[in-house]
């Protein structure tokens, strides 16, 4: 009896820096060649404002003198996976100067952050931390030359008194939660979701991205409570890879471009749309759906759409024809705003099934933008399916198994060999591909850009993510969507949700 199984490995892709040079990791790149929007013709400065206490700005910009001259790699076996920060001045990976002018801080006054903290309900510390960060970003957004990006610098105080908080788990949680464990995370996070949500949300109106830092970036004696500790991610990572995370996610905010996905000369141009459905805010009424939409540069533009409805077999979420069409239609028209013209192919994800009304409404938008070929991938969060490697390493990420003419696992967590290790904490579960329509994409194509999509992360500059962009963005969307009122649009740009 043969089998129909077929077992691959998909060699890691390659990103395009400046000058088109290539490399499969993001600070490699940048040191070898710059972002890919680097030009020799003009000297970028990128404008930083910083908001918080006293103690938390002083902090902030000695560690940012500090990273000027640059950042030691820790000692390691594995320096591939640990590189030094080169520096954050014009000669750095970035190739522009990080400014902050005392003239863009804003301080938030002891007092009122001793008010805050000492508030019993919860629902009411979170509006004043809000309230207190959007004043001062107020301020800057409305001055005479406002900073391209604000950095709100928490202080210990304001963290402790929204990530300590705990909420009863909810039993019919929905498959972003999934993401969390993906990334050993935990899952009872949410109050301080939505004090990240709900500061994010406010601050759309100004049009300057913002980026929350916690202390234990910038500073390694900071100290959190021992619950804190635990679930801070930023405190095992080491001093220069905080510092590539961070500078990097400045320099996307800012608008520029550090790096993206290699086309071939005989590939179409191709765009991601990644469908997903949040609650709503106090999970009272019914999901609601937005869309991701990515290029292969990392232009990324989100869109809010409708409600959707429940499949009344196995309760998965879906849209009535009318709104996948709207929502695909809307996306579209967005990105032709900002491109002058369609892309040849669209790919869509969505971690739910595509219901047979969905298709008939998705059909229908690429047919009326005239595109001529489309892929709907369904990326469930659990694969039912692993793969053992010998001796004690997880499978080589990129490591795929075709399982029939629809079906494929791919590890995008995994060994990787040029970090010479696992670098992840957990067991990794690949992602399940069911392609439910499949034009002219063979599945090299489908696995390799799926691949490459997960190095499309700007808050993140080691290549092994295990979602693609278009998945891993919709709970940063979600998170934030839902404080959004209903008559209020969105704005499309994706750096203001990242």
């Known amino acids: 009896m043969s089998s129909s199984f077929s077992l ?139 900073p391209e990006t604000i950095v709100c610098a928490l202080p210990v105080e304001l963290i402790e008194r929204v990530k ?17 464990e993906e990334e050993g995370k935990e899952a009872d996070e949410g109050l301080y979701e939505d004090f990240r949500g709900a500061l994010k949300a406010a601050t759309l109106r100004y049009r300057i991205p913002i980026q929350i830092v916690w202390p234990t970036t910038y500073d390694n004696d900071a100290v959190l409570r021992r619950k804190l500790a635990k679930l801070s991610e930023r405190t095992v990572q080491d001093e220069a890879t905080r510092a590539w995370n961070l500078f990097g996610a400045l320099y996307y ?77 809307n996306a579209l028209a967005t990105y032709r705003r900002e491109h002058l013209n369609h892309p040849a192919r669209l790919v869509i994800h969505k971690s739910s099934r595509f219901h047979p009304a969905e298709i008939e409404g998705l059909d229908q938008a690429v047919e009326d933008a005239g595109i001529g070929s489309a892929d709907y991938i369904w990326l469930p ?38 970090y010479r290790t696992y670098p992840g904490k957990y067991v990794p579960n690949p992602l399940t591909l069911r392609a439910q329509r499949r034009d002219a994409s063979t599945w090299d194509t489908l696995l390799r850009e799926t691949l490459a999509l997960t190095k499309m992360n700007w808050n993140n500059t080691q290549f092994d993510g295990g979602l693609p962009i278009t998945m891993r963005a919709a709970r940063q969307v979600g998170e934030i969507l839902k404080h959004v009122p209903e008559d209020v649009p969105p704005d499309p740009r994706y750096r203001f949700y990242m």
């Open 381 to 418: 969060r659990r694969s039912t399916v692993r793969l053992v490697r010998d001796w004690d390493y997880p499978p080589l990420r990129g490591t795929a198994l075709r399982l029939d003419e629809d079906t494929a696992i791919l590890y995008t967590r995994g060994s990787v060999d040029f």
């Open 253 to 329: 905010k800012a608008g520029g471009t550090p790096w993206r996905m290699v086309r071939g000369a005989r590939d179409y141009s191709a765009t991601y749309l990644g469908i997903s459905f949040y609650e709503e805010l106090g999970r009272t009424a019914l999901q609601t759906s937005s869309a991701q939409l990515f290029d292969e540069r990392g232009e990324g533009l989100i869109l809010k759409g409708g409600r959707p409805l429940r499949d009344k077999a196995d309760r998965q979420p879906y849209l009535s024809a009318e709104d996948a069409h709207a929502l695909v239609r």
């Open 8 to 146: 691959q490995h998909i060699h890691e892709p390659l990103l395009e820096f400046g000058g088109g040079g290539r490399h499969p990791d993001m600070r490699f790149g940048l040191i070898d060649n710059g972002p890919v929007d680097f030009s020799t013709d003009r000297t970028r400065t990128v404008r930083l404002g910083i908001v918080g206490s006293a103690r938390t700005i002083e902090g902030l910009r000695r560690w940012f003198e500090r990273c000027e001259g640059g950042i030691p790699a820790k000692e390691t076996k594995q320096p591939n996976l640990f590189p030094a920060f080169p520096g954050s001045g014009i000669g750095g990976p970035f190739r522009c100067w990080f400014e902050v002018d005392a003239r863009d801080e804003r301080t938030i006054s002891a007092p009122r952050l001793a008010r805050i903290s000492r508030e019993e309900r919860n629902d009411v510390a979170i509006r004043l931390g809000v309230e207190a960060f959007v004043e001062e970003i107020q301020g800057l957004a409305e001055s005479e030359k406002p």
């Open 164 to 180: 300590n908080l705990r909420r009863e788990p909810d039993p019919a949680a929905s498959a972003e939660e999934d993401a969390k």
